[in-house]
């Protein structure tokens, strides 16, 4: 069964602080790693992993993805009040044929919160 | 607007009172699917859909039932509804299983059963 950690739970800082969250998954046959940012309402997507050690960036926010030790981290740096909100980690494997079943299994979530 | 619309968005109901959540989005994607979240657990998958007519169980499905008689819908279908179902549900959709897998969300239905 596909399993995801993430950790911490929860975080608070001040604005500018620099925060790195982790996620960390069993997964038969991985095919992605996707992290999701979610305010008061639905998910919306930041990034896709599917490489090793190739960070994604955009903006303040960047991802990097260890298949070796099974895990990837989020980093964002200079945080606003803006930044705070329940961040996912998801997961997806394929069958033995390399094709998507379909199954995205995601972490309990980090809620960050980012005081002025 | 390419969207994923659920409705009800908020249903206080009491027990045993069947009860169905539509999900439609109108981007034209195969594959869809249902997530509930509850406090420290994250979310879970309870059905989705590869395609129209194919459904198959996620982690969660007991005390839930789907169907996909038409690509753009995917109603979820409480039966008999308990107290552990209040929850926050969720509706996604992409564009294919096997293509990129990045999940549009709907805004979610927030269910409390009494």
């Known amino acids: 069964e596909d399993k995801v950690v993430q950790s911490p739970l929860s975080l608070v800082v001040h604005e500018g602080d620099t925060v790195t969250l982790n996620c960390s998954y069993e997964?038969?046959?991985?095919?992605?790693l996707l992290w999701y940012k979610q305010e008061k309402k639905a998910p919306t997507f930041l990034f896709m992993l599917?490489?090793?050690?190739i960070e994604k960036k955009s903006g303040r926010l960047s991802s990097i993805l260890d298949k070796k030790e099974l895990f990837s981290i989020l980093n964002i740096t200079a945080t606003q009040t803006g930044d705070s909100a329940i961040y996912l980690c998801?997961?997806?494997?394929?069958?033995?044929?390399?094709?998507?079943?379909?199954?995205?299994?995601f972490g309990q979530g980090t809620i960050l919160t980012v005081h002025p | 607007e390419a969207q994923v619309t659920q409705n009800p968005r908020y249903l206080i109901t009491v027990t045993g009172k069947k009860l169905t959540v539509t999900c439609s989005q109108n981007?034209?994607?195969?594959?869809m699917s249902w997530y509930r979240q509850d406090p420290g657990l994250g979310l879970r998958q309870i059905y989705y859909?590869?395609?129209?007519?194919?459904?198959d169980k996620g982690d969660v499905p007991e005390g839930y039932k789907v169907s996909r008689k038409e690509k753009r819908n995917f109603p979820l279908i409480l039966e008999s509804p308990s107290p552990n179902q209040t929850s926050l549900y969720f509706c996604?959709?992409?564009?294919?299983?096997?293509?990129?897998?990045?999940?549009?969300f709907g805004a979610g239905s927030r269910l409390t059963v009494l």
């Open positions: 996604a959709s992409r564009p294919r299983a096997s293509g990129a897998n990045v999940l549009t």
């Open positions: 997964v038969t046959n991985f095919r992605s």
């Open positions: 599917t490489s090793s050690g």
């Open positions: 998801a997961v997806e494997g394929t069958n033995a044929g390399g094709t998507s079943y379909g199954k995205l299994t």
């Open positions: 981007m034209n994607h195969e594959y």
């Open positions: 859909s590869m395609n129209v007519e194919v459904t």
